[in-house]
């Protein structure tokens, strides 16, 4: 069993930028890939981006490329998504999700095996 937390969320400017963490216990994250997602008001919860069990590779999704960044630490057993130049529309519920291994379906969140509770993004504009 992997009990995954979410951290770092909070109220800030458009423009501005929140470094969010996913601190695992449990189970050591090194055998796990690893993604973030959120969820805004209304919507279906999206993929924002993904990072294979060892960091060598990552994924984003088109809406957050070049201004998010997602990075891990096996030693720590901690996943971190820094979210640069944000805007309005990234408000949502950023969670942080984990699977066994390493294949193909990393953007699609009926393939994660665990969950954070989530934390509160909001930018106001």
């Known amino acids: 069993q992997v009990v995954l937390l979410e951290s770092g969320g909070g109220l800030v400017q458009a423009g501005g930028s929140l470094r969010l963490s996913c601190t695992a216990s449990g189970r050591t994250l090194s055998s796990y890939s690893m993604a973030w997602f959120r969820q805004a008001p209304g919507k279906e919860r999206e993929f924002v981006g993904f990072?294979?069990?060892?960091?060598?590779?990552?994924d984003y999704a088109d809406s957050v490329k070049g201004r998010f960044t997602i990075s891990r630490d096996n030693a720590k057993n901690t996943v971190s998504l820094q979210m640069n130049s944000l805007k309005s529309e990234d408000t949502a519920v950023y969670y942080c999700?984990?699977?066994?291994?390493?294949?193909?379906?990393?953007?699609?969140?009926?393939?994660?095996?665990?969950w954070g509770q989530g934390t509160q993004v909001t930018v106001s504009s």
């Open positions: 990072i294979s069990t060892g960091g060598g590779n990552t």
């Open positions: 999700a984990a699977r066994i291994g390493y294949g193909i379906g990393w953007r699609r969140k009926e393939n994660y095996n665990y």
